[in-house]
């Protein structure tokens, strides 16, 4: 199948050259870079000489994708919309890694993106392209919309729990919603879900800024987009709950790992009020194994997930527990942000969508160390 790369020259789109390289059924014959145009790719990223030693970036133009079978959009917020309109008579399935079709409600974009999108008739036609929640819907889809990296290691964290082992869920929920599961996902207007999560450099983007340099990331953490992050309306859009998100940057270069807390639902009672009827470590535990354990890409662990564990892997690791002192759930998932996070899961969904193995292309094992 004929492939194109969107925003090749970006770390998201180098990633999707690296594993469409290894996949069997996948070529890429178009990689456009706007600001690289005529540059040779294996120069620019000398890591992907051997795969690509003469292929040399295009302009970012729809007229460059015209009759491809698969284009990927690995472009920043915000450019996305403006060319999907002109794809989508010219090529077979558009499968976009930014966030311009994620969110169902487009009176959501001003408010957590700052500006009004511009095609918002188009939201409805998009799946959200996370496998382990929407596999159905992603068979046979010609729009996908790649969930962001910070919501794939949330929603596979919580999900299950959430939703009391009911995975496959309508893409949309109404606002405030909520589900009879382990966790209770709201009480009042109080946030019933707090998610912290820390994130390697890499899930900055590659264009060069002061606060991503060596000397400022190294031997630094640091919270950022404190209670304003843009990744939250996408969490509580598939939770069907408030969220309270919290990003943190990491002194890595690839990873995420999501510390997800929620309080638990009683079985039989308000939640809460009776800790004979709340949930256990073995409860959620099981509920993870059944949501994942014929899951090709999540790894339910006992231990404690390592953001290494899953580094250049498509895979999530995931845990969870019950605090039987406070009573709270705590669940846990490490991803490897450019794989799971981004090309990877883009690939998986591609693979979906066009009636390939799954696994085609995708690596199971991560680097290490």
Known sequence: MKVGVV?????????????????PDLEVVVATAGGHRGQSVAAHTPSLAAAYPTMRYASTET??????????????????????????????????????????DPSLYPIWYGEPHVAPELLPQFVYGLPELHRDQLRGASLIAVPGCYPTAALLALAPLVRGAVVV?????????????????????????????????????????????????????????????????????GLGSPVLFTPHLAPMVRGILATCYGR???????????????????????????AYDAEPFVVVTEGSPSTKATRGSNCAHVTARVDPRTGWVLSLCAIDNLVKGAAGQAIQCANLALGLPEVSGLPLVGVYP
């Open 63 to 104: 007229v460059e994708l015209d009759g491809l079978d698969l284009v990927f959009l690995a472009l920043p917020h915000g450019q996305s919309q403006h060319l999907v309109p002109g794809l989508i008579s010219s090529v077979g399935t558009v499968v976009d890694l930014a966030a311009d079709f994620r969110l169902s």
């Open 264 to 290: 638990p639902a009683a079985t039989g009672s308000p939640a809460g009020t009776d800790p004979s009827t709340a949930p256990s470590t073995d409860d959620v535990m099981d509920l993870l194994h059944r």
């Open 7 to 23: 925003g090749a020259s970006g770390y998201a789109g180098v990633e999707l050259l690296r594993l469409c390289a290894g996949h």
């Open 169 to 237: 869920v309508p893409t949309a929920l109404p606002a405030g919603q909520g589900y009879a599961g382990t966790i209770e996902p709201e009480v009042s207007s109080a946030p019933a879900l707090i998610v912290d999560a820390a994130s390697g450099v890499s899930g900055a983007g590659r264009a060069p800024q002061d606060n991503l340099h060596f000397g400022a990331v190294d031997e630094d953490f640091v919270a950022y987009g404190l209670l304003d992050h843009r990744h939250t309306a996408e969490m509580e859009q």
